[in-house]
């Protein structure tokens, strides 16, 4: 099979399409697996392959840029600009290339592939990192017994912080597990997504009940062994905009006004039920006030804010180790932490006020469009509702689960998160100017045309 969608000029066969879009989201969401298996030299090969793997798919489908989301690229512009004034500027150079490319491979992925199909790929990357993660944590948990490093360290004896171990060898101990990734909170989050891709399938008929069960199961364990309290969060944030959602798209637009007030209310109570119970919250999940250290390290963030709050100290995305002053501005319990931990807050110090207007507008447009695409409401030539197509809620669910995981993680700029974003934010664009219906391909279509949606497709 094919594809030649209105949105691409070319030809490309839907199995390799499909092999690609799982090949490259695996590879993203192994995290430090790959280098820490066969060291950053050997990463770097394995992501120039799968790039050259994308560049030559992006030749042949020659994907159209023109329905593609304008304030994601302005954005994405605005950071190569700051090479102008960066203060590390082969670093901007270097780090906005490797931003294009991960852009490039998400035009390509969501340019090539039906919804159902990118869910599917999302769902066999995503589900094949917790199962490796599991037996990787095994076999270091009964074979070695002892915390594992990345093949490229040697520290001589001396005393290494646990935060260094590959695996500390704690599946059986009540510790927390941190699989291929090498980090507990990135371990969960895949966990998240393992979660809300199988349900998805399981809600389409595209896997088997028993099947499914069998796998959001293996996440649900993921889940707890990993005990994030970041990912815990988000989970339950996503949990409440899908009760949204399904309560919402039951309803016809002109008539959902009081829905949306009642929603209102209920987050504003929810809100100050957290802020009411946030210190025993934390306190109960074995949490300090500041997050484990993040207050200290956005302080030190905020700093550098202070001193270039217009444009910025110049774009970086993953801090270099090497860069004066970020090598030594976080740095806890003898580890240097190489992020803001927080989104926003890393790209108002790396892009200026005007980078997070940028970004903040490219987050919301995205959203407005998920949002959208998930609540539409239509009815048929009988004037009936038409039927309800679950893949409609991957966009949302999978957005809402990035933006909160980013008020704690700047993941969200580079890499898995990033890839992830740029694909939801591309895809949702394509359905909202008409060229596809949000459930296209591998199933009925489900034509959508609600006046909330055509609004959404007016935000680029």
Known sequence: MTNTWPWTRGRVPEREAFGFAATVLFIVFTGDGIPNTISWIGWAVVCAGAGAWGVAIAIRARPSFRRTPNALWVYIAWCLVSVAWSHWRVA???????????????????STLSWRRILDAL??????????????????????RHPVYPVWTHYGGRHVPAAFAFSRAELFTGGRIQGLPGNANLLAMVALLAAIAVGVQLAEGRMRRV?????????????L????????????????????????????TGRR????????????VLAGLVALLWRPVLALAGKSPDLTGRGEIWRAVWGLVEQHPVLGWGWLGYWWPAIEPLNHLAVRNGVTYLQAHDAFLDVWMQTGVVGVVLFGLAVLTTLARSWASATAFS?????????????????????????????????LLYEGDFILFVLVAVKTRIVAVGDEPPSIGDGPRVPVRSRSFRRAAAGR
């Open 257 to 268: 006004t009081p829905r949306y007030l009642a929603g209102l209310a209920i987050a504003v």
């Open 379 to 411: 009815y048929d030539a009988d004037h009936r509702p038409r039927a309800f197509a679950p893949v409609s809620l991957l966009a949302l669910l999978v957005v809402v689960a990035l933006l909160v995981q980013s008020v704690t993680e700047s993941r």
């Open 211 to 223: 099947r499914a069960t069998g796998w959001l199961s293996v996440a649900a364990v993921v889940f």
């Open 92 to 110: 901007t150079t270097a780090s906005i290339a490797a931003q294009l490319l991960c852009a490039l491979m998400a035009v390509v992925i969501a």
């Open 123 to 144: 769902s066999l990357a995503v589900r094949w990192v917790l199962a490796l993660s599991l037996v990787f944590e095994a076999v270091v948990a009964v074979l070695v």
């Open 225 to 252: 062994l990993t005990r994030s309290s970041t990912v815990v969060a988000a989970a339950a944030v996503t949990a409440l905009v899908l009760a949204g959602a399904l309560v919402i798209r039951r309803v016809p």
